[in-house]
Protein backbone atom coordinates (compact mmCIF):
# COMPACT_ATOMS: atom_id res chain seq x y z
CA UNK A 1 0.00 0.00 0.00
CA UNK A 2 3.14 2.65 0.37
CA UNK A 3 4.20 2.12 -3.04
CA UNK A 4 1.20 3.39 -4.65
CA UNK A 5 1.31 7.23 -3.44
CA UNK A 6 5.22 6.92 -4.27
CA UNK A 7 4.34 5.56 -7.51
CA UNK A 8 1.71 8.11 -8.36
CA UNK A 9 4.17 11.30 -7.61
CA UNK A 10 6.15 9.90 -9.71
CA UNK A 11 3.90 9.67 -12.58
CA UNK A 12 3.51 13.28 -13.43
CA UNK A 13 6.85 14.39 -12.97
CA UNK A 14 7.56 11.43 -15.25
CA UNK A 15 4.57 12.96 -17.77
CA UNK A 16 5.93 16.41 -17.50
CA UNK A 17 9.30 15.06 -18.27
CA UNK A 18 8.09 12.81 -21.48
CA UNK A 19 6.44 16.06 -22.69
CA UNK A 20 9.49 18.25 -22.25
CA UNK A 21 11.50 15.53 -24.17
CA UNK A 22 9.05 15.43 -26.90
CA UNK A 23 9.25 19.18 -27.12
CA UNK A 24 13.20 19.30 -27.20
CA UNK A 25 13.44 16.19 -30.02
CA UNK A 26 10.56 18.07 -32.23
CA UNK A 27 7.24 17.68 -33.66
CA UNK A 28 7.20 13.73 -34.95
CA UNK A 29 7.86 12.66 -31.35
CA UNK A 30 5.36 15.31 -30.02
CA UNK A 31 2.66 14.10 -32.55
CA UNK A 32 3.93 10.43 -31.78
CA UNK A 33 3.53 10.82 -28.00
CA UNK A 34 -0.13 12.46 -28.53
CA UNK A 35 -1.51 9.94 -30.41
CA UNK A 36 0.00 7.39 -28.23
CA UNK A 37 -2.22 8.93 -25.67
CA UNK A 38 -5.44 9.27 -27.63
CA UNK A 39 -5.60 5.48 -28.02
CA UNK A 40 -4.91 5.03 -24.69
CA UNK A 41 -7.53 7.39 -23.60
CA UNK A 42 -10.50 5.05 -25.51
CA UNK A 43 -9.61 1.81 -23.24
CA UNK A 44 -9.03 4.16 -19.94
CA UNK A 45 -12.70 5.06 -20.79
CA UNK A 46 -13.71 1.90 -21.29
CA UNK A 47 -11.95 0.40 -18.13
CA UNK A 48 -14.09 2.81 -16.03
CA UNK A 49 -16.93 2.61 -17.29
CA UNK A 50 -16.97 -1.37 -16.25
CA UNK A 51 -16.11 -0.01 -12.96
CA UNK A 52 -18.86 2.49 -12.79
CA UNK A 53 -21.33 0.02 -14.21
CA UNK A 54 -20.07 -3.06 -12.04
CA UNK A 55 -20.14 -0.09 -8.50
CA UNK A 56 -23.61 0.55 -9.52
CA UNK A 57 -24.58 -3.14 -10.03
CA UNK A 58 -23.28 -4.22 -6.43
CA UNK A 59 -24.94 -1.17 -5.05
CA UNK A 60 -28.20 -2.23 -6.06
CA UNK A 61 -27.79 -5.80 -5.38
CA UNK A 62 -27.32 -4.95 -1.84
Known amino acids: M ?3 PALASL ?3 GMFGIITISVANGAPQMAAHWT ?3 LA ?3 L ?7 LAVTINTTRRA
Open 2 to 4: TVR
Open 41 to 43: LPA
Open 45 to 51: ALFYAVQ
Open 11 to 13: SMP
Open 36 to 38: GAL
